[in-house]
């Protein structure tokens, strides 16, 4: 029986309902600990670090990508939520914001060769032959076994941008704060000729993050000045970021040789294990430049040109030397733990050693990382305490921008940029 508009309007308007209800965190993570290697993805930006963005209209597509450690296929459907600026889910029916169905059943999945751990690897990519964006903004995919509708798996984010508001910026470290110290500052100027907006000085919101870090993430609603119709942000608190330094890197392609900033590799079965370098903290070391992926990774395995279902599952073990701090933890900050400050990426310090120390089980590629410091009761990570604060690091600033239209109920995304420092 084909439902009429009003019954398909009723249905998304109780699914929202529900949804709304029950998802309370919306950060990017999965929630099974058998699910691994979440990497979210536009199809044509692979190198860059952050929630992915698309434009609309442009042929270009999101690539949700994991593995499940199994021997088995799961049967897995997603459903595409529309969010307001803060992530929070919108009131929109799915109606509203999409053309098609918001649910539909993940079909690409394939399993491992020849490996030491059973997984099966999943990929979705969106759009696709069942829904097309209608309206711009913030997005998130849950993804949940069938047989369980109500237990959410996954979460994945990205954005879909208008670019009706080109967005250029000035980052240096002559700030506010300091000069050629600690800190980077950004300029950004707006230029909403073309843009939906009103009041350019308070119906525009701008989120810059620094390397994709949830926990780096700095706001501001209302800019210095306006000319004509450009907008300017400079000279705010909200610009400046601590400046942190290049991220480590190491490698574990091979199971038979020690890769890079990797002392030794040992057979415990079941798995490989991959003792890295030990690390020191370097806040008193001079800067020195080194091209990272800041955060990322890439899945590889060195005698395969399909990493997704033959690179291997490895036990890496990080070991950080230095002084037990008190009332404060150290965690690990890389996509390779979902960028979460929490269980999965915390450090525990080992007396007997006298050494920060956590082992991960990670699939075999190229991965970059830092250790934060996180004093109790903060939800912001520290860099100068193990890493330091180098004003010449190359970091990574996205910048978001988001306005509400008079009479429309949701925050419309309407500019996307992404820049480096000297670079």
């Not at 991960?360 to 590629?365: N, R, S």
Request: charged share 25%; aromatic share 12%; net charge negative.
């Amino acid at each position: 029986m084909v439902k009429s508009p009003f019954t398909l309007l009723l249905l998304s308007i109780f699914v929202a309902v529900r949804l709304s209800a029950t998802i309370d965190d919306t950060s990017q993570r999965s929630f099974d600990e058998r699910i691994r290697s979440l990497q979210v993805k536009s199809i044509n930006d692979n190198l860059t670090v952050g929630t992915p963005c698309i434009i609309m209209d442009t042929g270009d597509a999101i690539k949700i990508d994991f593995d499940i450690l199994s021997e088995d296929r799961d049967y897995l459907r997603y459903e595409v939520i529309h969010c307001n600026a803060d992530w929070k889910p919108s009131t929109l029916s799915y109606l509203e914001y999409l053309d098609g169905f918001n649910e539909g059943q993940i079909e690409l999945f394939d399993f491992s060769m020849a490996t030491t751990v059973d997984y099966v690897h999943y990929s979705l990519v969106l759009p696709n032959e069942d829904f097309s964006f209608k309206l711009s903004g913030n997005y998130i995919v849950r993804i949940y076994d069938e047989s369980e509708p109500d237990n959410t798996l996954v979460l994945a984010r990205f954005t879909v941008s208008e670019q009706t508001a080109p967005v250029s910026a000035f980052i240096t470290s002559r700030t506010d704060s300091g000069y050629n110290s600690k800190y980077q500052q950004l300029e950004i100027a707006i230029d909403c000729d073309r843009a939906p907006v009103r009041d350019l000085f308070n119906d525009l919101k701008v989120v810059i993050t620094q390397n994709g870090r949830p926990d780096a993430i700095h706001v501001t609603n209302h800019p210095m000045r306006v000319t004509g119709r450009k907008v300017i942000y400079e000279h705010s608190p909200e610009l400046i970021f601590d400046a942190g330094n290049e991220y480590r890197r190491f490698e574990t392609v091979l199971n038979t040789l020690p890769g890079m900033n990797t002392d030794f590799i040992e057979w415990h079965a079941p798995y490989y294990h991959h003792y890295l370098a030990v690390d020191k903290p370097r806040s008193a070391i001079s800067y020195s430049y080194d091209q990272t992926l800041r955060g990322g990774y890439v899945v590889r395995e060195y005698n395969s040109d399909n990493g997704d279902i033959d690179a291997d599952y490895v036990v890496v073990h990080f070991s950080l030397e230095m002084p037990e701090l008190f009332n404060t933890d150290i965690f690990i900050d890389s996509d390779a733990f979902d960028r979460v400050l929490g269980p999965e990426s915390r450090m525990v310090y080992n007396r007997g050693t006298g050494r920060y120390e956590k082992a991960a089980l990670l699939k075999q590629g190229s991965y970059s990382y830092q250790y934060l410091a996180v004093p109790s009761g903060k939800l912001n990570g520290l860099t100068q305490t193990v890493e330091g604060d180098k004003y010449q690091t190359v970091n990574q600033y996205t910048v978001d921008v988001y306005t509400r239209v008079p009479g429309e109920r949701y925050d419309r995304m309407i500019g996307h940029a992404i820049f480096f420092v000297n670079q």
